[in-house]
């Protein structure tokens, strides 16, 4: 194990230093990233289908422990889009209280998960599949801000996506074309504000025009306030869920998916920083920060985080260079949440609603979308059945069964990465060509001896393949010699098919040699007993060795036949 593995990243930081420079610099893109966050907090609450303030309490609690104990040296955390539809079916289903539970169940199965290492794997995700779901996270939250977005008047949507469109299209008479006018202008001042400055975010001066708008004018549109009430201006005191049996029979679904959802995007998050900064994060140490983020989410009543991209990306952009910044942003929401939220009330639902489109659009990653389908068929068919899935159904449904057409994939490429062949091809090709060698110094193989080589791991997804290639063969050869110098390791299923095809064939008097294994190959032969079957003569280092003895056993077997 890494010394530093598991130490958080600000806890090195600490010990080797921080420049005042680099700290002025951490302060000021903290207050930045904190600004940006406010807002974004509130409406990933709202259209989570909980109250504002949640957002802001996890935006706080788990922004301050993802920075002070994260892996990352510039990871920003707190509530983010993705969750928005785990949240929300999450809610509709076993209320705000289920929530706060499978959130707080999810903070120990993320910790569980960076104890057992498996931040080193979640980064390997395959792409298509993440595309797939974030593009159809994208497409759920545009769809779910129509509501706000046109000012209509419903009083309930449906969860499902296409029977929430039928009843936009049922009430799109009622549109309020002020709160329109208010989204459309949120949209083009988010998209565009950047050409006046990049020091001031559009949604902020967005949200203050808005607010401004509303306040002043007595704009008759959907307020914080006239929804949700006053937004509190204090944390509540941590409470521990009260958690029983049935309740983690409920909902240790929903937990999975939420620590699985919470894992992948903040190691995606990690490693994007890294690029940006040119340094390494602790993979492992970043998910036992975002566990414990949950876990306190949870215990003061805020909903799951994770590291948030482009929060991140902002902290960079403004100097960020150290956990201090995410520190500071979190302790900047707090300022405002405390001295802010008889404000923040008045903020008009749908500059909220125009604000997630902008983050839909963001987030759908649709250039990288439309090349996809260009590329291999099997990588279109994990991209789009995890999007339809997502959009269609459910978002834990496909990441289920994405991460198994996944995996289908990754066992048909790599059983295509193992070769199987028969010694004669080798050297039939050298008779042809001088480029194409088998061995320089291999001599040639006497009648009655067959040779073939394995190049590539033998594991359960080639196993099968080198089973039927050798049992089903026509030949009946009196002497086998498997070479196994270019199998990198071999798994159960790989040992067992061997062991099979071993008693298969010498039950019909054929004898096998193995040349060549590894020295982690032939501890999994010899584990699984093989070498008692094939006798400790018949296996070899080297396949010099190995075609000697193959011609003192058909000396041996000629000379028991006269």
């Known amino acids: ?10 806890v090195s930081l600490i010990k080797s230093g921080i420049s005042r420079k680099q700290l002025s610099n951490d302060v000021i893109a903290g207050i930045i990233v904190g600004i940006v966050a406010l ?4 409406a990933f609450a709202i259209a989570s289908g909980v109250s504002p303030e949640k957002g802001l309490i996890t935006a706080i609690i788990a922004g301050i422990i993802i920075s002070a104990l994260g892996g990352s040296r510039v990871q920003i955390g707190g509530p983010t889009g993705a969750f928005i539809v785990i949240v929300y079916a999450i809610v509709q289903e076993h209320g705000v209280g289920g929530l706060t539970i499978a959130t707080f169940m999810a903070g120990f199965l993320i910790i569980a998960m960076g104890l057992a290492k498996l931040g080193n794997y979640l980064k390997f995700i395959p792409y298509p599949l993440i595309v797939g779901f974030t593009s159809g996270i994208a497409v759920i939250i545009f769809s779910s801000q129509m509501k706000d977005f046109f000012g209509l008047n419903i009083d309930s949507l449906p969860a499902d996506f296409t029977e929430k469109w039928v009843v936009y299209f049922e009430n799109f008479s009622g549109v309020n074309w002020i709160a329109f006018a208010i989204a459309l202008g949120t949209v083009l001042i988010s998209f565009n504000f950047y050409r006046i400055t990049t020091k001031i975010p559009g949604s902020i001066v967005a949200i203050i025009l808005s607010t401004l708008l509303v306040y002043f004018l007595k704009l ?10 006053e937004i509190p201006n204090k944390l509540s005191m941590p409470v521990i869920p009260d958690i029983n049996l049935s309740t983690i029979k409920a909902l240790i679904g929903p937990a999975i998916a939420i620590a699985l959802l919470g894992g992948i995007e903040s190691l995606l998050s990690a490693v994007v920083a890294d690029g940006m900064i040119g340094s390494r994060h602790r993979s492992n140490m970043e998910l036992v920060a975002q566990g414990t983020a949950n876990i306190f989410s949870g215990l003061f009543g805020g909903i799951p985080a994770t590291g948030a991209i482009a929060r991140t990306a902002t902290n960079i952009k403004n100097g960020g260079r150290t956990p201090i910044a995410g520190i500071v942003h979190a302790l900047i929401l707090l300022l405002l949440m405390l001295l802010l939220a008889p404000i923040a009330k008045l903020i008009p639902l749908a500059c909220l609603a125009g604000i997630l489109v902008v983050v839909s659009w963001h987030m759908g990653e649709w250039r990288n979308f439309v090349s996809m389908l260009k590329r291999n068929r099997m990588d279109v ?8 899935l997502t959009v269609f159904f459910d978002l834990i449904l496909a990441i289920q069964i994405g991460m198994i057409l996944a995996s289908f994939l990754f066992m048909k490429r790599m059983s295509e990465a193992t070769s199987i062949k028969n010694a004669k091809e080798f050297l039939s090709e050298r008779e042809e060509t001088e480029e194409v060698l088998f061995e320089e110094e291999l001599p040639d193989i006497p009648e009655g001896i067959t040779m073939y080589e394995i190049n590539g791991p033998l594991f359960f997804g080639a196993a099968q393949k080198f089973r039927e290639l050798i049992t089903d063969t026509h030949q009946k050869p009196t002497i086998l010699i498997i070479r196994m110098r270019n199998v990198p390791f071999i798994d159960a299923t790989g040992v067992n098919r061997l062991k099979e095809m071993c008693q298969i064939l010498k039950s019909k008097g054929t004898t096998i ?8 190959v032939r501890k999994e032969l010899l584990d699984s007993s093989i070498y008692k079957l094939l006798d400790k003569h018949n296996i070899h280092g080297h396949i010099n060795e190995a075609i000697t003895r193959a011609k003192e056993i058909l000396a041996e077997k000629e000379i028991a036949g006269k």
């Open 1 to 10: 194990m890494k010394s530093s593995e598991f130490v958080p990243m600000f």
């Open 381 to 388: 068919i994990v991209l789009l059945t995890t999007f339809f």
């Open 220 to 229: 008759p549109v959907e307020t914080i306030e006239s929804q949700f009430g």
């Open 513 to 520: 040699i193995i040349s060549g294994a590894n020295h982690e």
């Open 39 to 42: 807002p974004l907090a509130i």
